[in-house]
């Protein structure tokens, strides 16, 4: 199945301007009184002993395809863990006992959760990201991530077929350029519509939010 990335942010938290220490909207940069989105946060560890943990949560929990199918309706930012401090202004949301730490924020800056050290597990993650989206969307993050596996299964068939052409087209002894072309049509075609559905689910995904309070 085609592989959904994460795109992390790395800012410098603001720790001086209009603060909010129960509100994590006023510790990004520009301070958005409004967030469109949900947040999760990880927040990582260089040290030699939390080693191991981050890399389950590279194989795992981040390849896993429910979160990163569930984490495009989320900000995602990245945080040096080693750095938030107790007298960081955002401790209360961002603190914990352990690292590494995945926090989840929903749109209104409000902590959902968190889980850290070696008791970061996929599971546990998709729970507090499900339960931030369902605050924020009206649609089920399930039901975003069953449609988006759907989507994404058919472009992996779609570009199957156009490998196939193509090694059809290296090994061919015979010049179909007629044939070729019309197949190359039907599956620019197909992928053009695959692509159109996506980005129309998308849009009723992300655009019908609930009326949550600012």
């Not at 495009?72 to 107790?86: C, E, H, N, R, Y």
């Not at 969307?137 to 156009?162: H, M, N, P, S, Y």
């Not at 980005?199 to 609930?210: F, G, I, M, N």
């Amino acid at each position: 199945m085609a592989r959904v990335q994460f795109n992390w942010s790395e800012p410098s938290l603001n720790g001086y301007d209009h603060v909010n220490p129960e509100d994590f909207r006023t510790a990004l940069p520009g301070n958005p009184g409004k967030a469109d989105q949900p947040f999760m946060v990880f927040l990582t560890s260089a040290l030699p002993e939390d080693d191991q943990e981050m890399k389950n949560i590279e194989s795992s929990v981040f390849t896993n395809e429910s979160i990163s199918i569930g984490a495009t309706l989320f900000s995602q930012v990245k945080l040096d863990g080693a750095k938030i401090k107790d007298s960081n202004p955002y401790w209360q949301i961002l603190g914990g006992k352990e690292l590494p730490r995945m926090v989840v924020v929903d749109a209104n800056g409000a902590k959902v959760g968190s889980v850290e050290g070696k008791d970061i597990s996929t599971s546990k993650v998709y729970g507090m990201m499900k339960k931030a989206a369902s605050r924020t969307f009206k649609t089920d993050l399930d039901v975003v991530v069953k449609g988006t596996k759907t989507i994404l299964t058919e472009i992996d068939q779609i570009e199957a077929k156009r490998a196939a052409l193509e090694t059809k087209k290296n090994a061919s002894t015979n010049a179909k350029t007629a044939e070729w072309a019309k197949e190359e049509k039907a599956l620019d075609e197909q992928m053009n519509a695959v692509v159109a559905r996506e980005t129309a689910l998308k849009q009723k995904w992300t655009e019908e939010k609930k009326v949550t309070k600012a």
